[in-house]
């Protein structure tokens, strides 16, 4: 251990009876406002330890798998660095054509057989349910990392917190999603997210890529004040944050419906033209032209400083499942 770890003043130590030790996180339904508080507590002193000391031995010891099933940079390079930062080691399985899998192993016996090697599982699959799933069968903690277009519970905490260290808070705020909002796993967690809090949220999307009715019901119930409109400059003037996503080739049945929609939207300067001086402009990456690169030195353009912030996230939920935290 090092010896910033021996301060008193951290959260940080072997607690086995703490609340997360051994959960596996699928959905955002698992969270209420007071576990979001603890999450980013943990988070913001990660991001003070890693400035301070860069890496240091939490987790020394400690294996994680990285299993994707699905493409991936910045989800399992951040899960990667966050488990090194904090002392611990990886097993990257990323090309699952060269694991078992592409012997027509099952899922659960490939988790059955990785947890043997490891404390933790990360699993990206393109089924919706497949983490939930694999959970039923694993002794070790399972994080969800993207299950189809169903959810992606990390990358809303990371969106959240992000929001929470750009904007000082979340009620208030209005919140416009554009893009793909019917397939964005990213959109599907993260509004049921905000929905715990006091905001107003506009989705912003071409008709056959609306938010589907059953996340707008659940906002709805919430008492969320929900706003759907097909062209930005209705939304734009009134919006603190502008999440911006990708439309998803891979999620389309037939390829002439993607070509029909893919440029909809493409946000410039000129987009912004009425938005708030304090506006930030959010996205999940990967970008594929909806945002232009015009852009990225405004200092509203939040999209690279939420990379970065998704790794303190990452590491404080590595160590809570792991009993650290
Ligand atoms: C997102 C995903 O995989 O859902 N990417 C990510 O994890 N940052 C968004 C996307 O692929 O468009």
């Known amino acids: 251990m090092t010896k910033a770890l021996s301060n008193p003043h951290l959260p940080f130590g072997d607690q086995r009876s703490a609340p997360w030790y051994g959960k596996s996180i699928l959905t955002v339904k698992q969270f209420s406002q007071d576990d979001l508080k603890y ?12 400035e301070r000391v860069g890496t240091f031995d939490l987790l020394k010891g400690k294996i994680l798998v990285n299993l994707f099933y699905e493409p991936s940079t ?19 399985i990323n090309e ?57 519970p990390t990358q809303a905490l990371l969106d959240l917190f992000t929001i929470i260290e750009e904007k000082g808070n979340v009620d208030g705020l209005t919140i416009t999603m554009l893009g793909d909002l019917k397939n964005g796993r990213t959109v599907h967690s993260l509004s049921r997210l905000l929905s715990l809090y006091d905001v107003k949220l506009n989705f912003v999307s071409p008709e056959i890529l ?12 919430k008492g969320i004040p929900v706003q759907e409109y097909a062209l930005l400059d209705k939304a734009i003037s009134e ?36 938005a708030r ?3 930030i402009l959010m996205h999940p990456l990967p970008r594929v032209g909806e945002i232009s690169m015009e852009l ?22 590595l160590a809570m499942v792991l009993g650290k935290a």
């Open 39 to 50: 999450i980013f507590g943990v988070a913001h002193e990660m991001r003070e330890m890693v």
């Open 74 to 92: 910045r989800t399992s390079a951040s899960f990667t660095a966050a488990m090194e930062r904090l002392g611990g080691s990886v097993i990257p």
């Open 96 to 152: 699952v054509k060269y694991s078992s899998v592409a012997k027509g192993e099952s899922l659960p016996d490939t988790i059955r057989s990785l947890e043997c090697y490891s404390d933790v599982i990360v699993l990206r699959h393109p089924e919706v349910g497949a983490s939930a799933l694999a959970a039923q069968y694993a002794r070790k903690p399972i994080i969800n990392a993207g299950d189809g277009i169903g959810e992606h």
């Open 210 to 221: 609306r938010l589907p009715g059953e996340i707008i019901s659940e906002l709805e119930d």
């Open 239 to 274: 919006s603190d944050v502008l999440y911006v996503t990708r439309v998803q080739k891979e999620r389309f049945e037939d390829p002439q419906d993607y070509e029909n929609v893919k440029g909809t939207y493409i946000i410039n300067s000129q987009s912004l033209a009425s």
């Open 277 to 279: 001086e304090d506006l």
């Open 296 to 317: 990225d030195d405004d200092p509203r353009a939040a999209y690279f400083r939420q990379m970065e912030y998704g790794m303190y996230v990452r590491m404080a939920l």
